[in-house]
């Protein structure tokens, strides 16, 4: 009952340090895994790059998927463990586990049967079609080893447990970052397999990362652990994991989705738009998503004391976590804004790339700070299990706001107006956040209003 105890009675603002710096690092190894190997890919060639670009909504909805069974049995088990019900968080993981491997396998094969059809979509340049199934033709079995390994991260971050999943992660990210440059260029007693090897590379770092995350859920005893003994199927409870996890999974879902309708309107501009947008993405993803997992690391806080019935820790948690989501994301503004040609740089980015790009970052980057808040308030919604009012915000981000301001800026400032449609959308999105949460706060105070009376 220790971790319990922890997240009861330790103060809030150490709490959140706690819960959060070890997610945070978690989620900036996540992604670095797509910014590497475009790092490294980018200097053979801008096609290259462009194939990586390409394959990144396929990846990006593969880890949506991984994100969405993770954070439902996170919250799932954090909600029973503030309940003191013991045998149910030992259930969920066992759930967890079954549904990562089963749900890993058929995305496996669903990657493998669209990928053809899908990268004839974008474009008719023979060599990036074929750079493009080379590559997404072995990262597709990254997803089995990717969702497990992110499942039991975040069960093992449930209990309280932020520093050993890390570890686990940092692994693979070191066996990706070491083996990137040996097999795309071959060194050593390695053979030189070009954009393959980058793929080959990221499988081989998310397998590791999943063995190593099983040997820690078996191998040490654990707040929760797998449960074999009386195991049967609860339809209930994987719906409550789908549920759960559901708002997380829209909000990275909607970004494949996102980059896929965005490359539908680059296609008619160039290859060399693709292939910065591409590259640009996965820089405001790293910074994004690594606020994210601070954002991540408040939710069991907020999530335990929600079901412990601690309307104060929870509004507390809230805030601190507010406070501290405004401040990175404005850091991380302030690094596009001010250093776009550096971080172009690291894609080898050539000059025709840069001669729109730079703007265009500064342009997009001008959207993190609003996006960071709206996000803070989905998930106050998803921990206090107002689902639908957390995947409200995140349709209005990426689907409800976004496409109608491509559509119109594309006509009114072309290339400039794609850019431009992003501040546009997270703009509106913290507006509509701000207010389905005065709604919220004036029906809860109209309830106790009534219940005085």
């Given at each position: 009952?220790?971790?319990?105890?922890?997240?009861?009675?330790?103060?809030?603002?150490?709490?959140?340090?706690?819960?959060?710096?070890?997610?945070?690092?978690?989620?900036?190894?996540?992604?670095?895994?797509?910014?590497?190997?475009?790092?490294?890919?980018?200097?053979?060639?801008?096609?290259?790059?462009?194939?990586?670009?390409?394959?990144?909504?396929?990846?990006?909805?593969?880890?949506?998927?991984?994100?969405?069974?993770?954070?439902?049995?996170?919250?799932?088990?954090?909600?029973?463990?503030?309940?003191?019900?013991?045998?149910?968080?030992?259930?969920?993981?066992?759930?967890?586990?079954?549904?990562?491997?089963?749900?890993?396998?058929?995305?496996?094969?669903?990657?493998?049967?669209?990928?053809?059809?899908?990268?004839?979509?974008?474009?008719?340049?023979?060599?990036?079609?074929?750079?493009?199934?080379?590559?997404?033709?072995?990262?597709?079995?990254?997803?089995?080893?990717?969702?497990?390994?992110?499942?039991?991260?975040?069960?093992?971050?449930?209990?309280?447990?932020?520093?050993?999943?890390?570890?686990?992660?940092?692994?693979?990210?070191?066996?990706?970052?070491?083996?990137?440059?040996?097999?795309?260029?071959?060194?050593?007693?390695?053979?030189?397999?070009?954009?393959?090897?980058?793929?080959?590379?990221?499988?081989?770092?998310?397998?590791?990362?999943?063995?190593?995350?099983?040997?820690?859920?078996?191998?040490?005893?654990?707040?929760?652990?797998?449960?074999?003994?009386?195991?049967?199927?609860?339809?209930?409870?994987?719906?409550?994991?789908?549920?759960?996890?559901?708002?997380?999974?829209?909000?990275?879902?909607?970004?494949?989705?996102?980059?896929?309708?965005?490359?539908?309107?680059?296609?008619?501009?160039s290859d060399t738009a693709i292939a910065f947008f591409?590259?640009?993405?996965?820089?405001?993803?790293?910074?994004?998503?690594?606020?994210?997992?601070?954002?991540?690391?408040?939710?069991?806080?907020?999530?335990?004391?929600?079901?412990?019935?601690?309307?104060?820790?929870?509004?507390?948690?809230?805030?601190?976590?507010?406070?501290?989501?405004?401040?990175?994301?404005?850091?991380?503004?302030?690094?596009?804004?001010?250093?776009?040609?550096?971080?172009?740089?690291?894609?080898?980015?050539?000059?025709?790339?840069?001669?729109?790009?730079?703007?265009?970052?500064?342009?997009?980057?001008?959207?993190?700070?609003?996006?960071?808040?709206?996000?803070?308030?989905?998930?106050?919604?998803?921990?206090?299990?107002?689902?639908?009012?957390?995947?409200?915000?995140?349709?209005?981000?990426?689907?409800?706001?976004?496409?109608?301001?491509?559509?119109?800026?594309?006509?009114?400032?072309?290339?400039?107006?794609?850019?431009?449609?992003?501040?546009?959308?997270?703009?509106?999105?913290?507006?509509?956040?701000?207010?389905?949460?005065?709604?919220?706060?004036?029906?809860?105070?109209?309830?106790?209003?009534?219940?005085?009376?």
């Amino acid at each position: 009952m220790q971790t319990n105890n922890k997240m009861a009675v330790a103060p809030v603002g150490k709490l959140i340090w706690q819960m959060s710096i070890p997610p945070l690092i978690s989620m900036f190894l996540q992604y670095s895994y797509n910014l590497i190997d475009s790092a490294f890919v980018a200097r053979l060639s801008e096609n290259a790059l462009t194939a990586v670009s390409l394959s990144f909504p396929i990846t990006t909805l593969m880890n949506a998927a991984s994100i969405w069974i993770g954070v439902g049995v996170n919250v799932l088990i954090a909600g029973y463990l503030g309940q003191k019900k013991q045998d149910e968080a030992n259930t969920t993981v066992t759930h967890g586990l079954l549904l990562a491997f089963g749900i890993g396998a058929l995305l496996n094969l669903l990657s493998l049967l669209i990928m053809k059809p899908y990268f004839r979509t974008f474009t008719n340049n023979e060599e990036i079609y074929q750079l493009s199934i080379a590559y997404m033709s072995v990262c597709s079995f990254m997803q089995i080893p990717n969702m497990v390994h992110i499942a039991i991260q975040k069960m093992i971050q449930a209990t309280g447990n932020m520093i050993a999943p890390m570890w686990f992660q940092i692994a693979g990210v070191v066996v990706n970052f070491v083996f990137d440059p040996i097999l795309i260029f071959g060194i050593g007693i390695f053979p030189a397999m070009g954009i393959r090897g980058a793929a080959v590379a990221t499988v081989a770092g998310y397998l590791l990362s999943m063995i190593l995350a099983f040997a820690l859920l078996l191998g040490k005893k654990q707040k929760v652990q797998v449960k074999i003994k009386g195991f049967h199927l609860q339809k209930q409870m994987i719906r409550r994991i789908f549920a759960f996890g559901l708002p997380s999974f829209i909000m990275n879902a909607l970004s494949s989705f996102m980059v896929t309708f965005v490359n539908l309107f680059l296609v008619a501009y160039s290859d060399t738009a693709i292939a910065f947008f591409g590259a640009y993405f996965k820089v405001q993803q790293l910074i994004v998503m690594t606020v994210n997992g601070l954002i991540q690391g408040c939710l069991p806080v907020m999530r335990f004391n929600y079901g412990a019935g601690n309307r104060e820790r929870l509004h507390s948690a809230f805030r601190y976590g507010t406070a501290l989501v405004t401040g990175m994301m404005i850091l991380g503004t302030l690094a596009v804004i001010l250093f776009p040609a550096q971080i172009l740089g690291l894609f080898t980015a050539s000059e025709a790339m840069r001669s729109f790009g730079i703007s265009a970052m500064r342009i997009m980057a001008a959207s993190y700070l609003f996006c960071g808040l709206s996000t803070m308030i989905s998930t106050y919604f998803q921990a206090t299990e107002k689902v639908g009012s957390s995947m409200a915000i995140q349709l209005c981000r990426q689907m409800f706001f976004l496409v109608p301001s491509l559509w119109c800026l594309d006509k009114l400032f072309h290339l400039n107006g794609i850019w431009l449609a992003f501040p546009v959308a997270e703009t509106a999105t913290l507006l509509v956040a701000l207010v389905i949460m005065a709604w919220h706060r004036s029906k809860i105070s109209h309830n106790m209003f009534q219940g005085g009376k």
